[in-house]
Structure formats: C-alpha cells, structure tokens
C-alpha cells in the first residue's frame, strides 16, 4: 500500500471537503510558480501525488493529464485557477479521496449454483459457490458503505423460460420456431418493440428454493434488496432496467439516496447479469469496479465479449486483495480519478441548464 509518510493527500483521505479545510493550502502546495494558476506541469505533479498505489504513484501520460483538465478546465485556457479549483476540491477530490462506496452482489441464488440454470452445468463449466467465500470475506473485512444484493424474481409464466416458448407469439424475424427451439436458443418475440430472448430453464421463481440466496452468503440486515425480471414479458439482466431499458429497479435511486460514488461489482453471472448491470452502473455515473475473482461466468466467449463492454464503459477491473485499499482510499486508480471528472464535468452542463448541480 501507498506509504503514508510519502502521500502529501494521506491527509485528506475521508475528510469532508465541503468545508473547504486546507483547499488554499494545498492549492499553493502545487501551484509552484506562485501565479494563482496550475498549468499542465503543476497539475500533472498533483495527478502523481494523488494518484498512488501500491507500487508507488501511477504514471500519468501527458495526453491523460490534458484529458482531466480539460475537463475540469470552465474557461478553458489549460490552466486550473482558483475558483475551478474549488469546484474540483467539493466535486473531484471528494469522489477520489472520500469516496462512498458500495458492494453490490450480484445473483447469488441456489438456482445459478446447484439448481436448474447452475453455471457448472453451463458450457464454461464454472462453480458459482467458489465466489461465496471471497464474498463473504469482502463483506466481513471491508468497510463499505452500502451493500446491495440483486435476485432474478421470475413469475412463472416468464418470458425467459423455455417451457413457456409457445405462450407467446414469436416474430417473423424469430431464427427459430416455437416448436424448434431447444434449450439456450434465441427467438424472438413479436411486440412493439420485437424482444430478443435467450431460452432459460425454469429459473428463481418466487417461493421456490432456487430463488433464495445460497445458503452460505453473508446477508447483512440493512442492504439493499433489488429484485429483478419480475415483469413476466420481458426479462432483466442488470440490476438498474429490464433489457430493454423500458423500465428500472430502485436500484439506482437507492444507491443515489445514500450518495454512493462508487461500485464493486461481484456475484454471477460475468457475461450477463454481472455484466450487464456493471455496464448501466458506469453509465449511471457511477466509479464501477468489477472484482473479477468473485465473479463467474456461463460461457467464456460471452465473458470476453462482456469484459470488453465493460472497459469500453468505464469500469475498472481488479482482484479482491486489491479493494480494501481502494476502498480505504490508499490505491488511487487515474482511471477512477478521470471517471470522477467526467462526472463533475456533466454536473456542471446540468447546472447550467438550471438543475441543481449532484451533492
């Protein structure tokens, strides 16, 4: 971990930066030349100090530097003043030093693990239990603020399931028949709009033993609990929409209540509802960071697929012995500092359209 003795912003870790104690002073720390005004040099020294890790600070290239100031940067003379570094010192410092943080698990339910849609009985072959101990170990040992835990909650009638494939009327763009389709086909369902739809077992119906958490899980008495895929016509990979994004969860206004900055994503599965629900996090605008030990997936080509959406997103990828000092603020990733900053920057655009600006 980063050693306190040489982090100038060890300080500042955890403190509240809306009382504005020691903006000036650390202002001045950086501003080098004494002209009120951090240029390219001056800053790119700040990003090396803030951005430390466990091997020391994170090497900023130059074009990466540009990138945040420009974006922290309202009268865009390449420079950092005073009053923008205000709005960084309540907006951005707050995110990468005193960051609020939430655990959200992901589908940990006796049906994906030893039931009727179990992951080692899926083409990549992987045991979704071997996830519950590096869970459980998260849970007990990291201070988060928020933990958060999601499960399927399908009616039986559901779209998703094959038994149910001839319910409903397909389209005529549907690759296969109802009286064709197999287990894990796609088809597609006729409606405004057309719904694509994987064919599932039978899967976390309401009441039945494969729709309760496993049995091993830590489940702490004040999360939040997000069901999802409750709409018996269309089915709910992430967390935040059904897919096709017609209607939401609590999620997201659960997560903004409690002012959650950032996300560390685990449970199953990698390539769809882990997946799918980092992806909407990162676009909600929150830091996302997917813990990929705690997370397995149904089939490996997916996965692939999958993880590259996820870095196009945004979301960092880690280990879970890196997430304490994450969490600690002691490993400061430039890539969560530069999400950080695109996040003050479209505050500021809602701000000047007469929104109140995010606190």
């Not at 040099?41 to 540009?66: A, M, P, W």
């Amino acid at each position: 971990m980063a050693d306190d003795r040489k982090d100038f912003f060890a300080q500042y870790r955890k403190t509240d930066f809306s009382a504005m104690n020691g903006l000036k002073e650390c202002f001045d720390h950086f501003d080098v030349d004494r002209d009120g005004l951090l240029d390219a040099t001056e800053f790119s020294e700040l990003c090396k100090s803030l951005f430390i890790g466990n091997h020391g600070d994170y090497r900023l290239t130059e074009e990466q530097v540009k990138q945040i100031i420009e974006l922290l940067d309202d009268d865009k003379d390449g420079k950092i003043n005073l009053a923008e570094f205000n709005i960084c010192w309540k907006y951005w410092f707050r995110q990468v030093l005193s960051p609020v943080s939430a655990l959200l698990v992901i589908d940990i339910q006796n049906d994906f693990i030893d039931g009727s849609l179990a992951l080692k009985n899926c083409p990549a072959g992987e045991n979704g239990a071997e996830v519950i101990p590096l869970i459980n170990k998260l849970i007990d040992e990291v201070n988060f603020d928020v933990i958060g835990y999601s499960r399927d909650w399908h009616p039986e009638n559901h779209i998703s399931f094959f038994d149910n494939v001839k319910l409903r009327e397909l389209a005529p763009s549907s690759p296969i028949k109802a009286e064709d389709a197999k287990m894990l086909d796609t088809v597609h369902f006729a409606g405004n709009p057309v719904i694509e739809q994987i064919l599932w077992p039978t899967h976390c119906v309401p009441g039945t033993w494969g729709a309760e958490f496993h049995k091993d899980l830590k489940v702490v008495e004040n999360g939040v609990d997000i069901l999802k895929g409750t709409n018996a016509d269309i089915d709910s990979y992430s967390a935040f929409y059904d897919n096709m994004k017609l209607s939401q969860t609590k999620l997201a206004e659960e997560l903004q209540k409690r002012k959650v900055t950032d996300v560390y994503m685990c449970g199953l599965a990698y390539d769809f509802c882990l997946g799918s629900t980092s992806v909407d996090a990162a676009e909600h605008g929150f830091r996302t960071v997917v813990i990929e030990d705690t997370v397995r997936c149904v089939d490996l080509n997916g996965k692939m697929k999958m993880r590259q959406r996820m870095k196009e997103a945004g979301c960092v990828l880690v280990n879970s012995k890196d997430v304490p000092d994450m969490v600690n603020c002691k490993d400061r990733r430039p890539d969560l500092g530069y999400q950080a900053a695109v996040n003050v920057a479209v505050a500021k655009k809602i701000q000047k359209k007469g929104l109140a600006i995010a606190t």
